[in-house]
């Protein structure tokens, strides 16, 4: 029978959030490992290439998690994610011995596979074990969900930059790697069920879910210019320090946590689709600030300011559409975390080969960023048209 979540079960999701985001931001925190001619000696378009596994693997993780959940458990599609990070930062922890070979870029597109898995299943699963488990206060509880994998984004170049310094980069995806055995261990022995079925099939896609669909591909273009570019552009074409330009990308996601755990509270007392609306507006001039910083300070106010206008739009999403679809939250979760995927495709592969053709400088496309966010503000608008069943704010 379905029984409440104790402690330890919410407990892990909440931890299993913090790792998640660490593990995900450790290969564009490590970007100039990859590119730099004392490391893997990438190019601007193999960086970008880089991602293209994660995004496919992760738009397959995410769409297929909750045809696999009736089968093996929301805890058992949780695991493979789990398992999937693993087998990531044990590869990234070991390419090191491989970085003078020509097999280096196949072993970190294999890692990032295994990452785009995990992520995948990983975030489709907690998302949908915390609505299932908050039903009266679902839009708080996945922004709270997800400012703590803010929290482990937001570490992550930190450590990066500290592990640089010291000459042991490839310490912090060993040290995930045992952070994720334990977390392994710990969902073993939960069980994980909710007071319902989560993964209750959809009889037809909605042509509302599109509309979610659309404001996550956008979230997931702006999101990354700013997630997976930042220290790259900071460091070619402001002459910031690796060190430095790495404060920015932590801004960023710090800010992130920040106003995740900020619009928790507000939407408590701020109708929650006035700040889902108002955050586009404010991305749209965050991007302005960023493409025109002129040094480390700028780049940290710019991207710190993008990272607030994120914060709160894809965990509000997911909870519109729980919502809107209770009893298919596996599927709205699944759908809402692929389509992003896609969106952080597009910006992850496509900012080098832009550069590479038309020789678009970075703060051009980070300006571009704008008029991504401006659609994304409009987009918006439909989203919050929501039918008055729905009951939100």
Not at 158 to 184: K, R
Not at 240 to 260: E, H, I
Not at 269 to 276: C, E, G, K, N, S
């Amino acid at each position: 029978m379905p029984h409440a979540a104790n402690r330890f079960e919410i407990g892990l999701l909440y931890l299993a959030g913090v790792v998640q985001g660490l593990v995900l931001v450790t290969f564009p925190a490590a970007g100039t490992i990859f590119v730099s001619r004392t490391g893997f000696a990438l190019t601007s378009t193999q960086y970008g290439v880089m991602f293209m596994p994660q995004v496919a693997l992760a738009i397959l993780a995410s769409a297929s998690g909750s045809r696999l959940a009736p089968k093996i458990g929301i805890r058992g599609v949780l695991l493979l994610g789990l398992c999937g990070d693993l087998v990531a930062m044990a590869l990234l922890s070991a390419s090191p011995l491989l970085m003078d070979s020509p097999t280096a870029f196949a072993l970190l597109c294999v890692a990032t596979g295994a990452l785009g898995f995990g992520f995948g299943a990983t975030v489709m699963s907690l998302n949908a074990l915390v609505e299932g488990f908050f039903p009266a206060t679902v839009n708080s509880a996945v922004l709270v969900l997800n400012a703590l994998l803010g929290v482990g984004t937001a570490l992550a170049p930190l450590l990066v930059a500290l592990f640089i310094g010291l000459g042991v980069w490839w310490a912090l995806p060993l040290l995930s790697a045992g952070l994720l055995i334990l977390l392994v261990s710990g969902t073993l022995r939960g069980s994980f069920r909710l007071p319902y079925d989560a993964a209750e099939p959809a009889r037809r896609l909605s042509r509302r879910l599109w509309i979610y669909a659309i404001a996550s591909l956008l979230y997931g273009i702006v999101e990354t210019l700013s997630g997976n570019w930042a220290i790259l552009y900071l460091t070619t074409e402001r002459a910031v320090p690796v060190q430095d330009a790495s404060f920015a990308l932590t801004a960023f996601w710090v800010m992130v946590t920040v106003g995740r755990v900020v619009f928790a509270y507000l939407d408590r007392v701020i109708p929650a689709r006035w700040l889902y609306v108002a955050l586009p507006v404010l991305l749209a001039g965050a991007f302005q600030l960023a493409a025109h910083a002129t040094g480390a300070l700028s780049g940290i106010v710019g991207f710190g300011t993008a990272g607030l206008a994120c914060s709160a739009f894809l965990p509000l999403s997911i909870s519109f559409g729980g919502k809107e679809f209770p009893r298919q939250t596996a599927m709205v979760s699944g759908t809402l975390i692929a389509v992003y995927q896609v969106g952080y495709g597009v910006a992850a592969f496509g900012v080098g080969p832009l550069r590479q053709f038309s020789n678009l400088a970075y703060s051009s496309i980070i300006s571009g960023g704008s008029l991504v966010a401006i659609a994304l503000g409009v987009v918006s608008l439909f989203v919050i048209r929501l039918p008055a069943r729905v009951g939100h704010k």
